[in-house]
């Protein structure tokens, strides 16, 4: 639906944030460590090759749209890919998708669900909001880039490999599983 990147560095309640993304036009060019023109500020937490890219569902933000009373625009959660018709935090850790062209788009792998911060709490005004929506399961995901290339708004996405087992984005996210990245050596990746 929607390619996002940071459109200005803000102060959080705990740190400086790159929370506030926003819709790019046109081809951009995504790396190993993300989106040319994005910023991760707390490398501690954000960004790395394990988490390059933040895919959140439209229609969760739809949900939240309603549950909040507000307008939800595409990379108001701070995610740089916003989809539709893919569930996101139904995808298998260790599943892979292409993204784009078959020859100049991305492959990416789903490594783990994003547990968000106070500074999701600040950026959305509510106190203790990233709570809320760490509880609710269904927080999106994080994305390996496993071959880089250039995507835009309105690429397919293509599921092109599922691994052999059943955790999803939201079992990680719920605590059902404790260790995402030993889903990574089973499954071969």
């Known amino acids: 639906m929607s390619v996002n990147v940071v459109h200005g560095l803000r102060r959080g309640p705990t740190r400086v944030t790159a929370i506030d993304k926003r819709p790019v036009d046109g081809p951009v060019e995504v790396g190993p460590l993300g989106i040319d023109g994005d910023v991760q500020c707390d490398k501690r937490f954000h960004g790395g090759p394990d988490k390059a890219l933040y895919a959140f569902a439209g229609e969760e933000s739809d949900g939240w749209a309603k549950e909040l009373d507000r307008g939800i625009p595409p990379g108001y959660f701070g995610e740089n890919l916003t989809t539709r018709g893919l569930d996101v935090d139904g995808a298998l850790i260790g599943e892979r998708w292409q993204i784009g062209d078959i020859e100049a788009g991305i492959v990416v792998e789903v490594r783990l669900p994003r547990d968000p911060c106070g500074n999701l709490s600040g950026w959305v005004g509510i106190p203790r909001f990233h709570r809320t929506f760490h509880q609710h399961g269904r927080p999106g995901a994080y994305l390996a880039v496993l071959r880089p290339g250039v ?39």
């Open 151 to 189: 995507i835009r708004a309105g690429d397919p996405i293509t599921v092109v490999h599922r691994p052999d087992h059943d955790v999803t984005v939201s079992d990680c996210s719920q605590g059902r599983v404790r260790d995402p990245a030993s889903l990574l050596t089973r499954a071969g990746s």
